[in-house]
């Protein structure tokens, strides 16, 4: 008589890789708020393998359960938006290794981040039913993100730079606005990996606009393998339990 | 060159075009647009490369990818907006033809530009057929696909996910590109990136057929 694995078991394995994913991430942030400056080069590299390492894993988590669970235009949206950033990283990892140097910003690279916010807001737009709360929380969030945007505008006026990261400000505005309004937060860990994501990229792009950025923009690599490792785990845990 | 190279290949297919119907005008239609395409982008790709000549920036990784995808999937932006939500996935046949269109300019380009001879020309030529035009067809077929599977989506979402597959054409080109123009080893994926993605787009335009149970035998 063959005995059949538990199919909790592979369930609980896949999801307890995801937690490690996510405390390395963590150990990521730590680290930039233990040496509180620019980072290492060798940091930057292992940085760099985590938050392709995490935003594979979304791909991997968010298609298997498009696949096999529910094939939820959130989910669906969600494998696309892992895919585009995981793409666009390592066009960027590549370039760098190939060519040397970094990329000028802004880049293709950015093109391919600015990618996945869009699929993240039609994936949204798309799987989430519209909430019960005021459209006065979004402008609350929207009013103080844009203002924030313009900071480099008017320190250093219009260029590439300043127009891309103005624009990333709108898209983690209208990202984090249907959010709310479409009631993300009632799947925490996406919700959670929304705000981290935002975050990286806001960070990321304030340290390519800003002369003397503040040494918190750094964390801008580990809070972008915070939210892959919870995008991973939020999608794949977006049908078992009803609830992420 | 170019312009005459596009008007030898283009004129002929327009007397062509009088003669079709339906979806074979239409695939004629794209791929014509698709010699057009190559020759709008290399103007305007002309124009880039002058404009950040003196930098740093590598103009047929970081340039070319965003004008080429761009322009080459403009009649569907266009059809999108024209036909509302009435498309099919013939979509992913225009785009790809549109594609290849550029791709048939681009290879005389590159043929003109290399002085081989013989066997040399003949192996380039073959190589580069097999490649970068599966790439080039392959890409804008994405956006295609895209948004035939778009069908009944929410309108507000509709330019997301459209600017969204833009950005995935854009990344695999400038990531083939970075590939295939500036590393050794690298080339080897270049081979890989197109066919796997031919491939990938062909088992979605047919997974009706691969997904079908076969009818249960006669009794």
Redesign the interface.
């Known amino acids: 008589m063959r005995l059949r694995p538990d199919p909790r078991y592979g369930d609980l394995v896949v999801r307890g890789m995801l937690v490690v994913l996510l405390v390395v991430s963590f150990g990521l942030l730590g680290d930039v708020i233990v040496v509180h400056g620019a980072m290492s080069a060798t940091y930057t590299g292992i940085s760099n393998a985590i938050q392709l390492v995490a935003s594979a894993a979304t791909v991997g988590a968010a298609a298997w359960v498009y696949f096999h669970r529910n094939p939820s ?1 959130f989910v669906a ?1 969600g494998t ?2 892992g ?2 950033w995981t ?2 990283n ?2 960027w990892y ?2 760098l290794m ?2 040397g ?1 970094g ?2 910003y802004p ?3 950015d ?2 981040f ?3 916010f ?2 993240l ?2 994936g949204i ?2 799987g989430q039913a519209r909430g019960h709360l005021s459209g006065w929380v979004a402008v609350s969030v929207a009013v103080p993100l844009l203002v924030f945007g313009f900071w480099p505008v008017i320190l250093s006026g219009v260029n590439a730079k300043t127009i891309t990261t103005l624009i990333m400000f709108v898209l983690a505005t209208v990202l984090l606005s249907e959010a709310l309004l479409r009631s993300v937060y009632r799947h925490p860990p996406l919700f959670a990996a929304i705000v981290a994501f935002v975050l990286a990229h806001l960070f990321n792009s304030l340290t390519s606009t800003l002369v003397n950025p503040p040494w918190v923009t750094h964390a801008a690599g580990a809070l972008a393998a915070i939210a892959f490792s919870l995008f991973a785990l939020g999608f794949y845990g977006y049908t078992t339990e009803g609830r992420a | 060159m170019i312009l005459e190279f596009y008007l030898a290949a283009s004129l002929p297919l327009f007397f062509l075009l009088v003669f079709l119907e339906g979806g074979q005008r239409r695939i004629l239609a794209f791929l014509i647009w698709g010699l057009s395409a190559a020759v709008i982008a290399y103007y305007v790709n002309s124009g880039l490369f002058l404009a950040f000549a003196g ?4 103009p047929d ?2 340039i070319a ?2 004008t080429e995808e761009l322009i080459k999937a403009l009649p569907l932006f266009v059809l999108l907006m024209a036909f509302k939500h009435r498309y099919s996935r013939e979509l992913l046949v225009l785009a790809m033809a549109s594609g290849f269109g550029f791709a048939i300019l681009e290879n005389y380009i590159y043929i003109t530009g290399f002085v081989l001879g013989g066997a040399d020309a003949i192996a380039y030529a073959v190589v580069r057929g097999i490649t970068t035009s599966v790439m080039h067809g392959s890409l804008t077929a994405i956006i295609g696909y895209g948004i035939f599977l778009t069908y009944g ?2 309108r ?2 509709l ?3 459209l ?2 597959l ?3 054409a ?3 080109h ?2 083939y590109n ?2 295939v123009g ?2 050794v080893s ?1 080339r080897l994926y270049g081979i890989i990136i197109p066919v796997v993605l031919f491939v990938l787009l062909y088992i979605a335009y047919n997974k009706d057929t691969f997904l079908s149970k076969p009818p249960l035998p006669a009794v």
Do not use: K
């Open positions: 235009l949206h696309f938006a895919a585009t793409l666009a390592g066009f590549a370039y190939v060519i140097e990329l000028n880049t293709v690279a093109l391919g600015a990618g996945a869009f699929f807001t039609a737009l798309e | 930098s740093s920036v590598l990784v970081t990818p965003v989506f929410e507000r979402s330019p997301s996910i600017f969204g833009y950005t995935v854009v990344t695999i400038a990531l970075l590939l500036h590393t690298g």
